[in-house]
């Protein structure tokens, strides 16, 4: 019997070959097989979306061909995985088939079906040799009975805010967000909530399963240990696995096929495990949910966040259908968890609104105080100076007790505002809420909200003074001023004080972060310098001090997501200091800063979140802005900054006739604040809507608008177009 599967493969959106490829077969093929087929001269990996057995009208039989071969011994990709990667497609303007294929891991497609055989059958013998080893442990491949259930608990007693969160946890059906400071202990809420759904009952012979995600490679590590000595006496050395970028490619197949067998009952990992295929999944937890690094910046611009909580709809609506009655509530849904101590003024809003269910747990255990803040006015230090002489003295008295500090800089690559240090001055664009971003290359200020465009003026526009420069310079030398401005310091020992350095560059061989990291936590370091990288996650004892030293850029900047990353930034900063209670009394938050009497920062000295993020939210409303307003970002790449803008300009012309055009606001073009990359110029296009439906539909009524308008004479030169929906960063 012949039959037509429509199999889709990895070709871009932009290569206009968008939809599924037809192919024959002397077989039915069920929907999710994966299966080699022939594309030009090539031969390529694809996922079977369908199976009918009666070809598509119109299909040139001539010239259609037969699938070269499938990858038989591994069991189909699930329905709910094809919504998902079909969501993603379709929300994010790719190719279904690019998002499905980019999310399997890469080795599968030089795999034939007898290689693929052989990594299935090694991956059960470690699972076989591993159960012997664990004879008396719950087996995967029987799903847990009564008798069986986990009693992973007993580190800890809860707290009492665990205790609620949990009992909450037990009865939501909306999406959760888990607000809980640093040091709360979420993560133990993270562990029991697992170890409830390992708990419940297999379905159709497939074992739960639970995926959490951490923003950064680095962080997974630290998680992984702490999952792995809760669970793997209990399931097994293979129960829990990671997935994320940094791994090998036979490392992640390893993964890949674990979770995808059900082999793996927890899956660690970063944003792109969001796409891992797991069939029991019950539980999703996006750790630190606010983190830009859940947005991907290449590609298929997804947000991980997001599809998590659309994930999670999707399993639960397929486990209600399939009539999931096995008694536990567990087993009848598939939860999400967003956890932050800063959410996502998104996340913030859906809970204000009722659509996330928020549980609060605002005290750190040990009930150890959050740091005191201590805000230096730096219009009142000696001119020139980077760190202030009230804070380098608190810092020398730390070093002489023997306690840590952590001084903070702030992220670099925030798109230049400019600012009069005489009078305040700042490049404000006068007709939106936004700063104008100085732009090198032409000495111009330029909105990238509305595209207005002037010169730099010569001078100030307010007062006169001649020495305009961009927020937040000269902070590159932070890192040799200090210990330079630090010689003079003791520790208890008599010896000088050792100052380190932490972020990306330090970083980047492999084991160097856990040098640094067990360099800080044996003390051999006073102080330590670094990017947002040391505000996250690691869990320092000894840290008495943190310092915000060049903060204003993240207050003053074009990006209106500025200040909510600041804010995040420094609360979790502030979460470093003082995780020891007995010390947690003598913390001190700095905060270096030309206007002390900005709103964040009251909101800050009180730890105060709620005030900031209602504060945020009215100004984001007035303005239209999200989450109450929605937005992409067309942007271009070409061999010219005309011919860009011009195929943009033109993309927004040739949109005028376009359904629901009158619903949507396009902004002119603009270059990017890194206008020229590798001889490319880059240029963007805002375009935003009140109503994210109306962008949805609209976007992609434009698609094909966008491919046709590539080969315009006007767009000559033009490299790439892409769109990013929900952009992070305008
Ligand atoms: P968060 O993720 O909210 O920042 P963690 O889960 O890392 O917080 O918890 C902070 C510290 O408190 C960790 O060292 C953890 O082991 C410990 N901890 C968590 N829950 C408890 C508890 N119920 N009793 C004692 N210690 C706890
Ligand atoms: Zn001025
Ligand atoms: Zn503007």
């Not at 297999?202 to 630290?222: F, K, R, Y």
């Not at 150890?368 to 000696?382: C, E, K, S, Y």
């Not at 670099?412 to 009078?423: E, K, Q, S």
Request: glycine share 8%; hydrophobic share 45%; aromatic share 6%.
């Amino acid at each position: 019997m012949t039959c037509w599967p429509s199999v889709i493969v990895a070709t871009p959106a932009h290569s206009g070959v968008g939809a599924a490829l037809t192919y024959t077969s002397e077989s039915l093929i069920a929907a999710g097989t994966l299966v080699r087929v022939p594309l030009g001269s090539r031969e390529v990996l694809g996922v079977v979306w369908d199976c009918p057995s009666t070809p598509p009208e119109g299909l040139d039989h001539t010239r259609t061909k037969a699938v070269a071969g499938t990858l038989a011994g591994l069991p189909p990709l699930n329905a709910r995985w094809r919504q998902l990667v079909a969501f993603a497609g379709h929300y994010y303007q790719r190719s279904v088939g690019e998002v499905a294929l980019a999310a399997l891991p890469p080795q599968l497609r030089e795999l034939d079906a007898a290689q693929l055989a052989r990594r299935l059958k090694k991956l059960a013998k470690t699972l076989a040799g591993d159960m012997s080893e664990h004879a008396d442990a719950a087996r995967t491949d029987q799903p847990a009975q009564p008798a069986q259930l986990l009693a992973a608990s007993g580190h800890h007693a809860l707290s009492e805010e665990q205790t609620l969160a949990l009992a909450a946890l037990e009865t939501a059906s909306a999406p959760v967000l888990l607000y809980g400071a640093t040091g709360s202990g979420k993560t133990e809420v993270y562990l029991r909530a697992t170890e409830r759904v390992l708990n419940a009952p297999a379905m159709d012979g497939v074992p739960t399963q639970v995926l959490v995600m951490v923003p950064e490679i680095n962080l997974t590590p630290q998680l992984e240990a702490r999952f792995r000595e809760r669970f793997e006496p209990l399931c097994g050395a293979g129960a829990v696995v990671s997935l994320h970028s940094g791994m090998t490619p036979a490392q992640r197949l390893t993964s890949w096929l674990a979770a995808h067998t059900g082999t793996a009952r927890i899956v660690l990992g970063t944003r792109m495990a969001v796409f891992a295929s797991l069939p029991g999944l019950r539980l999703i937890v996006v750790d630190e949910e606010h983190d830009p690094s859940y947005k991907s910046q290449e590609g298929a611009r997804y947000s991980a966040r997001d599809l998590a909580v659309y994930r999670a709809k999707i399993e639960t609506e397929a486990l209600v259908a399939a009539g999931a009655e096995l008694g536990s509530k567990i087993s009848a849904r598939c939860q999400v968890i967003l956890g932050s101590a800063t959410p996502s003024l998104e996340s913030w809003h859906a809970a204000e609104q009722g659509r996330y269910q928020r549980l609060a747990m605002p005290a750190r255990i040990g009930g150890g105080a959050l740091p005191r803040l201590r805000l230096v006015d730096m219009n009142h230090q000696p001119k020139g100076a980077l760190i202030a002489p009230p804070l380098l003295a608190a810092m020398t008295e730390r070093i002489a007790r023997g306690e840590q500090s952590l001084v903070l800089l702030n992220r670099r690559g925030y798109a230049p505002v400019l600012a009069c240090h005489d009078c305040g001055w700042k490049s404000g664009c006068p007709h939106c809420s936004v700063f104008r971003v100085f732009h090198k290359l032409d000495r111009t200020l330029r909105c990238h909200h509305c595209g207005f465009t002037e010169r730099v003026p010569r001078a100030c526009p307010d007062c006169g003074n001649v020495d305009i420069a961009p927020v937040g310079r000269g902070t590159e030398q932070v890192e040799e001023q200090l210990a330079a401005l630090l010689v003079d310091a003791r520790r208890p020992s008599g010896e000088p004080a050792r100052v380190a350095r932490m972020d990306a560059d330090s970083t980047r061989l492999k084991g160097s972060l856990e040098q640094q990291l067990a360099a800080l936590h044996s003390g051999e370091v006073d102080v330590l310098v670094g990017t947002q990288m040391i505000a996250k996650g690691h869990d320092f004892r000894r840290i008495t001090l943190v310092a915000g030293i060049n903060v204003d850029s993240g207050l003053f900047a074009s990006d209106y997501r500025a200040p909510e990353r600041l804010f995040a930034l420094l609360m979790q900063a502030a979460g470093r200091a003082g995780r020891d209670a007995a010390q947690s009394a003598a913390s001190e938050m700095w905060v270096q800063t030309w206007t002390p009497q900005h709103a964040l920062f009251a909101a800050l000295k009180t730890h105060d979140y709620p005030a900031f993020a209602a504060k945020q939210l009215a100004e984001r409303e007035a303005a239209g802005m999200p989450p109450f307003g929605a937005q992409a970002l067309l942007r271009a790449d070409a061999k010219t900054q005309a011919a860009a803008q011009a195929y943009l300009n033109l993309a927004a012309e040739q949109a005028a006739t376009l359904p629901l055009r009158d619903a949507i606001t396009i902004y002119p073009a603009v270059p990017l604040t890194i206008q020229r990359v590798a001889h490319v110029e880059r240029a963007q296009m805002l375009v935003e809507s009140a109503s994210r439906g109306a962008l949805q539909r609209f976007l992609a009524a434009w698609q094909p608008v966008l491919h046709a308008t590539r080969r315009a004479p006007e767009a000559r030169g033009l490299v790439r177009w892409a769109v990013d929906v929900d952009p992070l960063v305008i």
